[in-house]
């Protein structure tokens, strides 16, 4: 059911309201509060939260892949980045330790109503998330929140879904 699901959302566009979720996030106490948050970097159809790199009284960070791992590594507007083999762009810089982080932005196909949510099937995230300490929160459009997305043992829920 979740290859379905996800070969399903795959080709809907989420990125027609990245700036109002960028609006959003930044509303929410848990963006407020935090001083180092992680983003990713979107692919072609995913919703666009880079604008917040902008935010000058923030720490950002991106993820890279590491083996089957995420490594959480400081980004700022300007720095290099290469592309990973699976075409996201990726930060050059040394990674830090990941509950320096406050805040992770998770990217998602799709949530359900349960705050779980269904990525590309590399299980990076869940992993990545599964002892890390901080908030976790999905923004994506309304429409791409479901009854259900399967979730397994594995999976992560997130603290929070930003929707629009």
């Given at each position: 059911m979740?290859?379905?699901?996800r070969?399903?959302?795959?080709?809907?566009?989420?990125?027609?309201?990245?700036?109002?979720?960028?609006?959003?996030?930044?509303?929410?106490?848990?963006?407020?509060?935090?001083?180092?948050?992680?983003?990713?970097?979107?692919?072609?159809?995913?919703?666009?939260?880079?604008?917040?790199?902008?935010?000058?009284?923030?720490?950002?960070?991106?993820?890279?892949?590491?083996?089957?791992?995420?490594?959480?590594?400081?980004?700022?507007?300007?720095?290099?980045?290469?592309?990973?083999?699976?075409?996201t762009?990726?930060?050059?810089?040394?990674?830090?330790?990941?509950?320096?982080?406050?805040?992770?932005?998770?990217?998602?196909?799709?949530?359900?109503?349960?705050?779980?949510?269904?990525?590309?099937?590399?299980?990076?995230?869940?992993?990545?998330?599964k002892?890390?300490?901080?908030?976790?929160?999905?923004?994506?459009?309304?429409?791409?929140?479901?009854?259900?997305?399967?979730?397994?043992?594995?999976?992560?829920?997130?603290?929070?879904?930003?929707?629009?």
């Amino acid at each position: 059911m979740k290859n379905l699901l996800r070969s399903k959302m795959k080709g809907i566009c989420k990125r027609e309201c990245s700036e109002t979720l960028v609006r959003l996030l930044k509303n929410t106490v848990e963006y407020k509060r935090a001083k180092n948050i992680m983003l990713f970097y979107p692919l072609k159809n995913e919703v666009n939260l880079l604008p917040l790199l902008e935010d000058c009284e923030k720490n950002f960070y991106l993820p890279r892949v590491s083996g089957d791992n995420l490594l959480c590594c400081p980004y700022r507007l300007g720095d290099e980045l290469c592309f990973s083999s699976f075409k996201t762009q990726e930060p050059l810089s040394e990674p830090v330790n990941k509950n320096t982080i406050e805040l992770v932005i998770v990217p998602a196909l799709c949530c359900d109503k349960k705050n779980f949510r269904l990525g590309y099937g590399g299980g990076f995230y869940d992993r990545f998330l599964k002892d890390f300490n901080g908030k976790k929160i999905v923004c994506i459009p309304k429409e791409l929140i479901v009854d259900t997305v399967y979730p397994e043992k594995y999976d992560v829920p997130v603290d929070l879904v930003i929707s629009c």
